[in-house]
């Protein structure tokens, strides 16, 4: 069983979560209020959304979401990869 680079998969989680965050960002943007609760809607099963999706979101906020995304997603890979790691090495003892 090869051990798993905790720093680097905490590098592509953080990315790929990231990516995603400028996703919705431009997908946001472009479909407008309506769109973006008829999406999430429907991406969480007819929860309604209506009340806590707000369109005018200002730039410093939006660049905030985006560190703390990669932060938040960046520990996450690391984590998944230390834990991997440390079941790993007490399967094998």
Do not use: Q
């Not at 099963?45 to 369109?55: A, F, L, N, W």
């Amino acid at each position: 069983m090869k051990n798993i680079n905790p720093i680097r998969l905490g590098w592509a989680f953080g990315v790929t979560f990231t990516l995603m965050y400028l996703g919705c960002v431009v997908v946001m943007m472009i479909v407008g209020h309506e769109g973006t609760v008829l999406l999430f809607n429907s991406l969480l099963h007819g929860v309604d959304v209506s009340t806590v999706i707000r369109m005018d979101m200002p730039f410093w906020e939006m660049c905030m979401g985006i560190c703390l995304t990669f932060l938040i997603a960046w520990f996450a890979g690391a984590t998944a990869g230390s834990v991997y790691n440390f079941v790993g090495k007490w399967i094998r003892d």
